[in-house]
């Protein structure tokens, strides 16, 4: 089984900007989950999707959105960026979203540069 | 809410027993799970404690207290290898989150 892939996996943006980012879970999974990720604050949750709906979401402002296709892919999208947007971002991918098993498959991320 | 807090840094001696904690205040969780992550790479899944109790799965075991709000990862054998960021994570009941700690860098000299 293909595991969780990542589009792009570096990208460098100006502020003021907008990005996509992108997530293919794993074949038969359908929660995907993004998490925000800085040096010493851990992984902060955004927001998870389970068979194209908005499940659950994170506490951070509205120029953070997502959304998720009829195949289980999802995208996320960043707008009016910040210095503080630059972080690295993952997507995690379950079956039902790890209430049963506690275990969520990470992609490798997608690493944003905002100067 | 929940607030997960474990130690930032651990350092221990390569073939020795190292135990990272993590102490959480919620109003209602599934369970406790465990990831590793090296540098420059994707968190994996360690372990998942749903009851109270010690789960073992080969030099990594991980423990639940519900009673007493903590939980722990523990480390034999440390290898080089085992060099990495540790996170522990509950699941909130209810809206069914996953939240995650801020992470235990693990140190391991030789």
């Known amino acids: 089984k293909a595991g969780v892939t990542q589009t792009p996996r570096y990208l460098i943006k100006t502020r003021g900007q907008q990005v996509t980012l992108s997530c293919s879970p794993i074949s038969g999974h359908r929660s995907v989950s993004w998490y925000q990720q800085t040096p010493g604050q851990g992984l902060q949750f955004l927001f998870e999707?389970?068979?194209?709906?908005?499940?659950n979401k994170g506490n951070f402002p509205g120029r953070f959105s997502g959304r998720q296709f009829s195949n289980s892919r999802s995208e996320m999208n960043v707008s009016t960026l910040e210095l503080g947007d630059s972080a690295l971002y993952l997507c995690a991918s379950s079956e039902t979203g790890g209430v049963n098993t506690g275990e969520l498959f990470f992609g490798e991320g997608s690493r944003l540069t905002v100067l | 809410g929940q607030s997960l807090e474990q130690p930032s840094e651990v350092t221990a001696v390569e073939g020795a027993i190292v135990q990272i904690n993590c102490t959480y205040q919620t109003s209602g969780f599934y369970g406790l799970s465990w990831y590793q992550q090296h540098d420059g790479g994707a968190p994996t899944f360690l372990s998942y404690?749903?009851?109270?109790g010690l789960e073992e799965t080969g030099r990594f075991s991980s423990f639940l207290s519900r009673s007493d709000s903590y939980g722990y990862l523990l480390l034999q054998e440390l290898q080089m290898k085992d060099s990495a960021s540790y996170f522990c994570a509950v699941i909130e009941v209810g809206d069914d989150k996953i939240i995650f700690g801020k992470g235990t860098r693990l140190h391991i000299l030789p």
């Open positions: 404690n749903a009851l109270d």
């Open positions: 999707y389970f068979s194209e709906t908005q499940r």
